[in-house]
T-cell receptor, first 116, second 115 residues
């Protein structure tokens, strides 16, 4: 079975500092990994994904994520946080190899608060 | 361009009533997904369609829940005889195809409250 863990409910960071939102996953095969962001009263917005290739993936709004197979992690990072980055962030995984449909499985989310 | 739209945005109903939630995906998107999101949790898969065919309904919690997409575009999620435990945010998403590598684009959701 697939699962995603986001160990931190809340992350606080000062504006201009680097930020990291953690995500670890479990799949039986190899993963497709995704990050989404949710702003208040809006739907989830796609940020970036890892499919194959370079372990460092760059996405929207200056975000990036690093796939680490040995640690089964896909942490979201940004070199310099903005107040406007404050939102709810979800990590999600799909198993590549299982036959049939494997739904996108989400973590419970991490609330990022960037303080001016 | 237009994104995924859902209606109504908010629905308050009394226990025992039926509700129908609508999703209008991005034009040309083959795959359509329904999720339910409880407060403080991530979205949980309910069901999905490729074109008009329902490919997987393993996430539907019981037989009071059903979904259709008769013409391969707009989809309706129906909950019969609603119960208070059905209260949640219901989210719809679409993707260009059913490939697992495709990202899904989400609508704003329908907040369902069952009194």
């Amino acid at each position: 079975a697939q699962s995603v863990a986001q160990p931190e409910d809340q992350v606080n960071v000062a504006e201009g500092n680097p930020l990291t939102v953690k995500c670890t996953y479990s799949v039986s095969g190899n993963p497709y990994l995704f990050w989404y962001v949710q702003y208040p009263n809006r739907g989830l917005q796609f940020l970036l994904k890892y499919i194959t290739g370079d372990n460092l993936v760059k996405g929207s709004y200056g975000f990036e994520a690093e796939f680490n197979k040995s640690q089964t992690s896909f942490h979201l990072k940004k070199p310099s946080a903005l107040v406007s980055d404050s939102a709810l962030y979800f990590c999600a995984v799909r198993d590549i190899l299982n036959s049939g449909n494997t739904p996108l499985v989400f973590g419970k989310g991490t609330r990022l608060s960037v303080i001016a | 361009g237009a994104g995924v739209s859902q209606s109504p945005r908010y629905k308050v109903t009394k226990r025992g009533q039926d509700v129908a939630l609508r999703c209008d995906p991005i034009s040309g998107h083959v795959s359509l997904y329904w999720y339910r999101q409880a407060l403080g949790q991530g979205p949980e898969f309910l069901t999905y369609f490729n074109y008009e065919a329902q490919q997987d309904k393993s996430g539907l919690p019981n037989d009071r829940f059903s979904a259709e997409r008769p013409e391969g575009s707009i989809s309706t999620l129906t909950i019969q005889r609603t119960e208070q435990r059905d209260s949640a945010m219901y989210r719809c998403a679409s993707s260009f195809s059913g490939m697992r590598s495709n990202e899904q684009f989400f609508g704003p959701g329908t907040r369902l409250t069952v009194l």
